[in-house]
């Protein structure tokens, strides 16, 4: 017997019932619906890409061996600066430089969790190899640093 439940926008509760079409009409519509939102959130990240590969440009341009800039910026302030993108949604928040101070206060603790995303990537690639984990690999990637922003950031 095959059951799945379906919330509404009033939160009530509907029961779907041995009816696969409604639910593949369902998954449609909300696969839909998600890649109208990751499209968008693409077009909003843009400005911060062009930005981000100037910066870059301007670095290799200046100095080769400016390559350590380029690191700090990749472990340190890029991944802080995505994730609260990715919760707030809005173009401003990738340029929200000052949250990068939560990094450096709890230094200890972001670099457990970026130890932690490394570990996970190892074993999901240890995993893949069983081909079991490549789409666990890809929706995984940030979740500890994710946890980090919630429990360091708000």
Known sequence: M???YKF???NRLNLVHDNPKIFSSTFMINNKLQNKTGFFMFLKALPFMLVY???LGILD???PWL???KIFT?????PILAINFINKETVSSFFEFGIVKYVFTNLGDYIVAILKEILLQLIFFIM?????SLPAGSFTRNIFLADFYRRRVK
Not at 74 to 78: E, K, Q
């Open 2 to 4: 095959f059951f799945t």
């Open 8 to 10: 509404f926008g009033d």
């Open 53 to 55: 590969m100037l910066f």
């Open 61 to 63: 341009t200046i100095n």
């Open 67 to 69: 390559g350590l800039i």
């Open 74 to 78: 990749g472990l340190f302030v890029i």
């Open 128 to 132: 893949w190899i069983i081909l079991v």
